[in-house]
């Protein structure tokens, strides 16, 4: 079976520094994984994802996230926050194997507070 | 977020009320799906189409009834629900259901309120 951890319940970071969001999965094969951001009263919508290759993938307003197999974690990070940024992110892991492995599982989210 | 519509974005209803969630995307997608989401729980997949053949059902109970006529339409059809069934459904599209590359896109939700 596969899932996603993500640890922090709640990330406050002042406006300016850097975030980070962690997440870490756990998959039978190797991962496909993704991050979602949702803001208040609205879906999910897709930042990035990790298909193969660099480690590192840029995505939508300049976050990133970095894959690393060992410790098997694809945290989310960005190097200035924003007010703006102020959501709820979900993490999300396939495993590549497909068939019933293909579903899409999610974390549980993180809160992000940027602060002024 | 246009790509993937719901309505209404907010329902209430009593215990022995029929109502139907509807969801339409214009991606051009072939595999759609209903999730629901509670607070501090991950999104629970409950239904998946793939051009309008159910191939998943995660042991939803028969109170939601899901309805695909076409690979852009989806319907939760809602009868006799509990309390506990208040959330946030959310549908949602991909190209295809074999997983892979494929990124899934999200509606904005319905929030449902059983009283």
């Known amino acids: 079976a596969q899932s996603v951890a993500q640890p922090e319940d709640q990330v406050n970071v002042a406006e300016g520094n850097p975030l980070t969001v962690k997440c870490t999965y756990s998959?039978?094969?190797?991962?496909?994984l993704f991050w979602y951001v949702q803001y208040p009263n609205r879906g999910l919508q897709f930042l990035l994802k990790y298909i193969t290759g660099d480690n590192l993938v840029k995505g939508s307003y300049g976050f990133e996230a970095e894959f690393n197999k060992s410790q098997t974690s694809f945290h989310l990070k960005k190097p200035s926050a924003l007010v703006s940024d102020s959501a709820l992110y979900f993490c999300?892991?396939?495993?590549?194997?497909?068939?019933?492995?293909?579903?899409?599982?999610f974390g549980t989210g993180t809160r992000l507070q940027v602060t002024l | 977020e246009t790509g993937v519509t719901q309505t209404p974005r907010h329902l209430v209803m009593g215990m022995t009320n029929k109502k139907s969630l509807k969801c339409e995307q214009h991606?051009?997608?072939?595999?759609m799906y209903w999730y629901k989401q509670s607070a501090k729980k991950p999104l629970e997949l409950m239904f998946v189409y793939s051009l309008e053949e159910r191939v998943e059902n995660n042991s939803v109970p028969s109170r939601f009834s899901p309805e695909c006529p076409n690979s852009s339409h989806l319907f939760l059809h809602l009868h006799t629900l509990q309390p506990e069934d208040s959330a946030l459904y959310l549908c949602?599209?991909?190209?295809?259901?074999?997983?892979?590359?494929?990124?899934?896109?999200f509606g904005p939700g319905t929030r449902l309120t059983v009283l």
């Open positions: 949602a599209s991909s190209l295809t259901t074999s997983g892979g590359t494929d990124t899934q896109y």
């Open positions: 999300a892991v396939r495993d590549r194997r497909g068939g019933t492995a293909s579903k899409l599982t």
């Open positions: 998959v039978s094969g190797n991962p496909y």
């Open positions: 991606l051009g997608h072939n595999a």
